[in-house]
């Protein structure tokens, strides 16, 4: 099962044994990103030809952001990601970005004391705005359907990733993760006694 563009779009961002690794990090990998989602983006725009300037890269880190923001506030109370919840902006500033960047007749993410809900909207778009509008669409679209409540923040050591539980004993994102847990937890009581 491939996870929701919402989702991978959130998870941009991930450790590795070297320490946070961003898929924004440079245009050249932000291209590699979208061309690899292009299929989930809604649109139709070349993305071969296309190498994100310095400003659209900025925009596309930003709308993550966003995102991030939305998935730790729908976590709530369990913890957001560690990667950056201290640098995530307040919950009712990235919805009202998130909200700002979806397309034409596209949908936007109201959210009132029953969670989330779609509202519709009318408006026009450029290029990067097309792509920005395809992506907070897709979280729309996911935070409004049934799969959303199975977001979990992994707790693993060093992981940063949001996760989608789909077993009701799964605990980690990946198998990895579980391993690392579980030896951490073997490590520290062994270091006890």
């Known amino acids: 099962m491939v996870d929701p563009l919402a989702l991978r ?80 902006p307040p919950f009712p500033e990235a919805l009202t970005a998130l909200n700002n960047a979806t397309a034409p007749t596209q949908r936007l993410l109201g959210w009132g004391r029953s969670g989330p809900r779609t509202l519709e909207r009318v408006l026009t778009a450029d290029d990067l705005d097309t792509v920005m509008a395809g992506l907070a669409d897709a979280t729309v679209e996911f935070f409004t359907g049934p799969v959303a409540s199975q977001i979990r923040t992994c707790p693993a050591p060093r992981c940063v990733r949001y996760f989608l539980k789909s077993h009701p004993r799964q605990e980690w994102c990946s198998v990895a993760c579980g391993n690392r847990a579980r030896a951490a937890r073997h490590y520290a009581q062994h270091r006890e006694n």
Do not use: C, K
Not at 18 to 23: M, P, Q, V
Not at 42 to 47: A, E, F, I, S, V
Not at 71 to 77: I, R
């Open 9 to 88: 779009l959130a998870n941009t961002i991930r450790a590795t044994s070297s320490g946070l690794t961003d898929a924004f990090a440079t245009p050249e990998s932000t291209r590699e990103w979208l061309q690899t989602n292009a299929a989930h983006l809604g649109t139709r725009m070349d993305l071969d030809d296309y190498l994100p300037g310095e400003a659209d890269r900025t925009a596309l880190v930003e709308l993550r952001q966003n995102v991030r923001a939305v998935f730790a506030e729908y976590v709530s109370p369990q913890a957001p990601s560690s990667a950056d919840a201290a640098v995530l």
